[in-house]
């Protein structure tokens, strides 16, 4: 009836291992559990809605902490944004024009629109930006690199930008509006 020291001193080996792995396993099952709850509540609060249309889809998401709208626009129309068309320049065949709107549930915040088209001339880029720093004095160039020129206007809550950069011999012209709901 002869006890070794290796068999009294086993309670005490591999209880820091077992604590260490008891603790990992916690924390996978609660991380495991979490993402499971975080998953139900997104199923369950978060209504995603689609539309179709002839140029795409209209999409509506309604989250606990605002809504927001993804929608095509074939009507755009950059001079109601205080944005001239270049004259000549056509809507680019490969683009729609689409807005995008971020309304939040509380408080007072401000909801955001973005509206924006592409356009194409076959004009080079610098007599296209020429028209438009002739169009649009008071704004701003802000970048001129890689071959694209961007113009801003900052103003009462929004901003409009032109994009100019040349594509295919002529010039690819990007117009965008940021800004409340009402001023798009």
């Not at 020291?5 to 080996?13: G, K, V």
């Not at 999409?59 to 950059?78: A, C």
């Amino acid at each position: 009836m002869e006890r070794s020291n290796m068999d009294r001193s086993n309670p005490r080996r591999g209880g820091i291992l077992g604590t260490l792995l008891a603790i990992v396993g916690t924390v996978v099952v609660v991380g495991i559990a979490g993402s499971v709850l975080m998953g139900l509540y997104v199923a369950r609060n978060v209504h995603v809605s689609s539309t179709e249309r002839d140029k795409g889809a209209d999409v509506s998401i309604q989250t606990p902490v605002g809504s927001m709208h993804l929608r095509t626009r074939e009507d755009v129309d950059p001079g109601k944004l205080g944005v001239p068309v270049y004259p000549g320049a056509r809507r680019d065949k490969d683009s729609a024009s689409a807005s995008f709107e971020w309304n939040p549930n509380e408080g007072e915040g401000k909801n955001v629109s973005v509206v924006g088209g592409s356009y194409f001339s076959e004009d080079r880029p610098s007599k296209v930006l020429q028209y438009y720093k002739d169009q649009l004095p008071s704004w701003i160039v802000v970048t001129e690199k890689h071959g694209e020129t961007r113009l801003e206007l900052k103003e009462g809550g929004y901003k409009r930008i032109v994009a100019i950069a040349e594509k295919d011999g002529g010039s690819r012209i990007g117009i965008a509006a940021v800004g409340e709901p009402g001023s798009n």
